[in-house]
């Protein structure tokens, strides 16, 4: 039997609703500060109402940037973003899953030893092997390039152990069944394990992206034309202008665009999102 407690309820309410207005308000006010002009956002206090700059504030941040930061514009940087984001979701997915196929479902020397190998990278992350990587990446003359943005962050050591674990609650009589059937093993991988992983690999696939969507030390390293940087990075130039009056206006609208796909994809796989972190489809 469950206790009515209005009070309680009241109360729970309460705090749930100060903590979505404690994370509201920032992006509210970067929406509104989006849509003025300078001077209106130097006023104190600056007005929380939003302004009639929106269509020119977009339209010039999309189209040429900042003219005193970064000198790409917005959409290009948008571009850049999502290529990368995009294709270190899919390749980390893509290579774990094959990863952790292999080594749950084949027999060969060594097996748990190169499964712990994996394992280890994780206390070598980027900012550890920054150096020797950025020294490969050189040599093969990747930088400004997608292929030096994603494949030295496509590798996951976390992807391949989840997936690993999802392969060992399979059931043997999955197994059995589809070798009695004749299927081989790409056969099986394709027909049984690959549906049975929707739902994983669509939770890894939002977390992944946003992951790649947010770096922000290796694309700083890797790129030096303003065409090849990434949303985040632009960001960061924009505002820092040294003894230049910073365009917040312009940096505003720049941040808000920046949020949009990652909430996109939040907004649009939460379903599949919470369904792969808390059951299976076994």
């Known amino acids: ?44 206090p600056m007005p929380l109402v939003p302004g009639d700059q929106f269509l020119h504030n977009y339209g010039q941040v999309l189209a040429a940037g900042s003219t005193k930061g970064s000198g790409a514009a917005v959409s290009v940087m948008l571009m850049n973003s999502f290529i990368m984001a995009i294709s270190i979701a899919v390749g980390k997915i893509a290579i774990s899953i094959i990863a952790s196929f292999a080594i749950v479902y084949f027999r060969f020397p060594l097996r748990r030893f190169f499964f712990w190998m994996i394992f ?95 770096q922000y030390l290796w694309p700083l390293l890797i790129t030096t034309r303003d065409d090849m940087q990434t949303i985040v990075i632009g960001i960061k130039k924009i505002i820092d202008v040294k003894d230049a009056l910073t365009e917040w206006s312009v940096a505003m609208a720049t941040a808000v665009l920046a949020m949009l796909p990652p909430v996109a994809v939040v907004v649009l796989m939460q379903r599949l999102f919470v369904k792969g972190l808390i059951e299976t489809e076994k």
Do not use: C
Request: glycine share 4%.
């Open 1 to 44: 039997m469950v206790e009515n407690r209005p009070w309680l309820t009241f109360f729970s309410h309460a705090v749930l609703a100060a903590g979505v207005l404690a994370v509201a308000f920032p992006l509210y006010v970067t929406f509104v500060a989006s849509t003025l002009t300078l001077e209106q956002i130097l006023q104190v």
């Open 120 to 214: 280890v990278t994780l206390m070598l992350p980027v900012e550890v092997r920054i150096f020797p990587t950025y020294k490969v990446v050189s040599d093969l003359g990747m930088l400004n390039s997608y292929a030096g943005l994603t494949i030295p962050l496509i590798a996951s050591a976390t992807a391949t152990l989840l997936f690993r674990q999802f392969f060992l609650t399979i059931p043997d009589e999955l197994v059995e069944a589809a070798k009695i059937d004749g299927a081989g093993p790409m056969k099986f991988f394709r027909d049984v394990v690959l549906p049975l992983s929707r739902t994983n690999m669509a939770a890894l696939f939002v977390i992944l992206f946003i992951y790649g969507w947010n």
